[in-house]
Nanobody, 124 residues
Framework: VQAVAESGGGLVQAGGSLTLSCVAS????????MGWFRQAPGKERELVAA????????YYADSVKGRFIISRDAAKLTGYLQMNNLKPEDTAVYYC?????????????????WGQGTQVTVSS
């Protein structure tokens, strides 16, 4: 992977759902990780979900377990973050990121390629 680009943010009421998409590009093989980070105002960027690509192993932050689902369409080189039962505290800029090693890490520094971010706003 040499680049990623996300889309799909927006405004939703609490309890609603949104699905974010992330397209990977560049020279790709199956040995990479796609992660979804988010950053709320005044807070650090945090990993909320990630998946390895070839033989999917997933990670979820405790705050989103049971509500968010990460998936990928290998043929389209596209990953998805389905966000259900959204809460106002999920409001943040969401970033897709990738690392060219097939091991999930949770640090920002562990990811080499980043999208531009997409705003998700959950109203109460």
């Amino acid at each position: 992977v040499q680049a990623v680009a996300e889309s799909g943010g927006g405004l939703v009421q609490a309890g609603g759902s949104l699905t974010l998409s992330c397209v990977a590009s560049g020279r790709t093989n199956s040995a990479f990780v796609m992660g979804w980070f988010r950053q709320a105002p005044g807070k650090e960027r945090e990993l909320v979900a990630a998946t390895t690509w070839s033989n999917p192993t997933t990670y979820y932050a405790d705050s989103v377990k049971g509500r968010f689902i990460i998936s990928r369409d290998a043929a389209k080189l596209t990953g998805y973050l389905q966000m259900n039962n959204l809460k106002p505290e999920d409001t943040a800029v969401y970033y897709c990121a990738a690392r060219n090693r097939e091991m999930i890490v949770t640090t920002v520094a562990g990811y080499y390629y980043w999208g531009q971010g997409t705003q998700v706003t959950v109203s109460s």
